[in-house]
């Protein structure tokens, strides 16, 4: 059973950065990291679940949520199995509960029904 698990979420001033990692463990048999897409979601408080990026395959492609295009990057290491989401000029709207998820094929990125989900990490931007 594939596990994930999110970690460097906190409370930032907006405009501050924060770098969010998902770490992979439990693969099946001869899976590695980078045979699944790694999405990121979040959801704010009393909205529902959206898709933030996304990394392909092979590290194919990238995919990015139109509120986020040129201040989010995702990246992937799979030597360590870990999957990265840095977050630059943040705002407020980017507070909530960031998840990541992993699928061999979402369609498309931003559905949510990936197979696998970890517990979501906070990040709080305020003033």
């Known amino acids: 059973q594939l596990q994930l698990v999110e970690s460097g979420g906190g409370w930032v001033q907006p405009g501050g950065s924060l770098r969010l990692s998902c770490a992979a463990s439990?693969?099946?048999?001869?899976?590695?990291?980078?045979?699944?897409?790694i999405g990121w979601f979040r959801q704010a408080p009393g909205k529902e679940r959206e898709g933030v990026s996304c990394i392909a395959v092979n590290d194919v492609e990238t995919y990015y949520a139109d509120s986020v295009k040129g201040r989010f990057t995702i990246s992937r290491d799979n030597a360590k199995n870990t999957v990265y989401l840095q977050m630059e000029s943040l705002k407020p709207e980017d507070t909530g509960v960031y998840y990541c998820?992993?699928?061999?094929?979402?369609?498309?990125?931003?559905?949510?029904?990936?197979?696998?989900w970890g517990q979501g990490t906070q990040v709080t931007v305020s003033s």
């Open positions: 439990g693969f099946i048999l001869n899976d590695e990291m980078d045979d699944y897409y």
């Open positions: 998820a992993a699928d061999v094929f979402p369609k498309p990125w931003y559905d949510l029904g990936y197979d696998y």
